[in-house]
């Protein structure tokens, strides 16, 4: 088992549902990541908190919402997904996001949506 | 923008074998390369971490060389195993602005055969 944990594994959502990834880290570090692995492509950075402020958002679409409220937490809201947002959403974390970063990964969540 | 491109995309080799992996990257101002692995559906697992001033790092049957000047990365898996089977990914963190950034590759997917 990881030091980050994300639940749920698989998820399937409507279009019209609202639902939320949850990322929990014990490995004490004060950074979080929002990564998107979509076949065939590279990982895609999507968002990036430090000592829970949001310090990167890259140009992802306003339906995707994360939140921090600590360091060990991370969420990521969803509301009226597209069937392209289908992917597997990975969460990282690193003890600071200077140049010694090591990221650490989740298990991640295959989302579906339908 | 750093690019980073793993060769080959797919490689299938019969158990014992001794393999390469290559990566490449287009930025050589990386701090460090990783590499991890991917079993299907599953999240990320560090492997091996070299940072800007090394050369290479060994872990086990495991060895990682990074040759910053011609930007080049190898991952050298000795004996191998079925159960090495999984994609490989490497990732170059470059510095993003205030915050530094990994950049993967799309993998190489690993099938050892018995």
């Known amino acids: 088992e990881t030091g980050v944990t994300q639940t749920p594994r698989h998820l399937v959502m409507g279009m019209t549902n609202k639902k939320s990834l949850k990322c929990e880290q014990h490995l004490g570090h004060n950074a979080m990541y929002w990564y998107k692995q979509s076949a065939k492509k590279p990982l895609e950075l999507m968002f990036v908190?430090?000592?829970?402020?949001?310090?990167e958002n890259n140009s992802v679409p306003s339906r995707f919402s994360p939140e921090c409220p600590n360091s060990s937490h991370l969420f990521l809201h969803l509301h009226t997904l597209q069937p392209e947002d289908s992917a597997l959403y990975l969460c990282a974390s690193s003890q600071g996001t200077g140049k010694n970063t090591e990221a650490f990964f989740g298990q991640g969540t295959r989302l579906t949506v339908v | 923008k750093q690019e980073v491109t793993q060769i080959p995309a797919a490689l299938s080799v019969p158990e014992g074998e001794n393999l390469v992996l290559n990566c490449s990257f287009t930025d050589s101002a990386i701090y460090n390369l990783q590499w991890f692995r991917q079993d299907p559906g599953k999240g990320l697992t560090s492997l091996l971490l070299?940072?800007?001033?090394?050369r290479e790092q060994t872990s086990g049957r495991l060895n990682a060389s990074l040759d910053k000047s011609s930007g080049r990365s190898t991952l050298y898996i000795a004996a191998s195993q079925p159960g090495d089977s999984a994609t490989y990914l490497c990732a170059g963190l470059n510095s993003g602005g205030s915050n530094y950034k990994l950049t993967f590759g799309k993998g190489t997917l690993l099938t050892v055969n018995p």
């Open positions: 908190y430090s000592l829970e402020e949001r310090v």
């Open positions: 070299i940072q800007s001033s090394q």
